[in-house]
Nanobody
Framework: QVQLVESGGGLVQPGGSLRLSCAAS????????MGWYRQAPGRLRETVAQ???????VYLDSVKGRFTISRDNAKNTVYLQMSSLKPEDTAVYYC????????????????WGQGTQVSVSS
């Protein structure tokens, strides 16, 4: 199947930057959509950013202009560059992959990473 492993979370001061990475592994031929979600305590999980294999990104309104999603299709890796971080960005960030073409021409759907904590505080 497919495993997603995130890295890059941590504690940063307001106005600072972090870069999250997520590498997908398994019998992967290609991944249609990769993205980042986040969940803060007491809140629902929300979509932060998504990007298709063709490179079309979509962002949560509150992160537009501050966050940039990108991917390396050859490495099955997605990145989230976060700048001008605010305390309200504090959450567990989860990597997501959907519509994954697997070897043997099977399709897999809805894969999640284990999450990485991002804390923005002075």
């Amino acid at each position: 199947q497919v495993q997603l492993v995130e890295s890059g979370g941590g504690l940063v001061q307001p106005g600072g930057s972090l870069r999250l990475s997520c590498a997908a592994s398994g019998s992967i031929v290609s991944i249609n959509t990769m993205g980042w979600y986040r969940q803060a305590p007491g809140r629902l999980r929300e979509t932060v950013a998504q990007i298709t294999s063709g490179g079309s990104p979509v962002y949560l309104d509150s992160v537009k202009g501050r966050f940039t999603i990108s991917r390396d299709n050859a490495k099955n890796t997605v990145y989230l560059q976060m700048s001008s971080l605010k305390p309200e960005d504090t959450a567990v960030y989860y990597c997501h992959a959907d519509r994954v073409l697997l070897s043997g021409s099977f399709w897999g759907y809805d894969y999640w990473g284990q999450g990485t904590q991002v804390s923005v505080s002075s």
